[in-house]
């Protein structure tokens, strides 16, 4: 294990441009990666190109994003298409169908690890009006306190059974990730509406306290919640990095773009490097609009601060 084999960029960057997934995956290489995450916009059609850079040995695949490749028929990124959490059970069903797919084409590419959207409280859409407010500069508003605590008071009236369906789907697929040789990241989210909470992953790993479930920091995901006011981004981290396996690395432009170059928003890198470790899958995760010279930028900040690991 060498530091740059640890180090991947995410296909959410370019796989919308190309129709060849050998292609596809040597962009990347040709940036200096040694290994891409394939994530949740691989289409059907760049398979056989991603298999046959794999087989070649061009390029090894750091990890899978959920789900991978897209279901028949879906063309977009679709992470959230079907939730561990929904009260039908046909789309519960499909959820775990779809992951089991991934956990196979996981095998396929000698991936050790699948990250994983677990689903939401079904509830109004809070966080869409909590970032609005904090747009207009409002966080310290008495509408905005209140609007906090109406969406804390009904995620957790409601979250129960969302909750119980999520950790039985996990219970189900704890083992068949086992049996594959595969772990599995549970990312954190940047809505107010998403499972698991912040202060719920204590409870999550509790209940799974096996080596196959990790924790999945995405440095976005965690600095939004800290604008929203809801915590503190190195804290958060710091208390699960027993638990960590890895990194989806962007920046936040305030108050809330994410998927930007680290080094151009509000994310503090250098705070975060006492959690990171030589054996952390560490995966940049950029907006597909961002230019090639903005990546190596946004690259070599990171990896300026982060020396050694």
């Not at 959230?80 to 789309?91: G, I, K, T, W, Y």
């Not at 605590?149 to 789907?169: G, N």
């Amino acid at each position: 294990m060498t530091p740059d084999s640890m180090y991947s960029l995410s296909t959410c960057w370019n796989s919308h441009r190309h129709t060849d997934g050998r292609a596809m995956l040597r962009e990347i290489r040709d940036l200096g990666f040694e290994v891409a995450e394939l994530s949740h916009g691989i289409r059907l059609s760049l398979v056989e190109g991603i298999l046959q850079a794999v087989e070649a040995g061009e390029i090894r695949i750091s990890s899978l994003h959920n789900f991978c490749p897209l279901p028949m028929g879906v063309t977009q990124p679709a992470p959230n298409l079907f939730q561990f959490s929904a009260e039908a059970p046909r789309e519960r069903d499909m959820a775990l169908r779809h992951t089991l797919k991934t956990l196979d084409f996981a095998v396929r590419v000698r991936a050790p690890l699948v990250v994983l959207h677990l689903g939401s409280v079904e509830m109004k859409d809070y966080s869409r009006k909590l970032k609005g407010l904090l747009a207009d500069g409002r966080r310290d508003s008495a509408k905005y306190e209140k609007l906090v605590t109406e969406a804390c008071e009904k995620r957790e009236a409601k979250k129960e059974a969302f909750v119980e369906r999520v950790y039985d789907a996990l219970h189900k697929l704890v083992p068949e990730a086992e049996a594959r040789g595969l772990r599995l990241g549970v990312e954190n989210r940047e809505a107010v509406e998403e499972i698991p909470f912040e202060s719920d992953f204590g409870f999550l790993f509790n209940e799974f306290k096996t080596p196959v479930v990790t924790y999945w920091h995405d440095t976005g995901h965690a600095q939004i919640k800290e604008n929203l006011g809801f915590i503190r981004h190195t804290i958060h981290l710091e208390s699960l990095a027993d638990r960590l396996a890895g990194f989806h690395l962007h920046d936040v432009q305030a108050p809330a773009r994410d998927h930007c170059p680290p080094g151009t928003g509000m994310i503090d890198f250098a705070a975060l490097k006492p959690c990171v470790r030589p054996e952390h899958l560490k995966v940049f995760e950029f907006s597909p609009v961002l230019s090639v010279e903005e990546v190596r930028q946004g690259v070599a900040h990171v990896r300026g601060l982060w020396n050694g690991v």
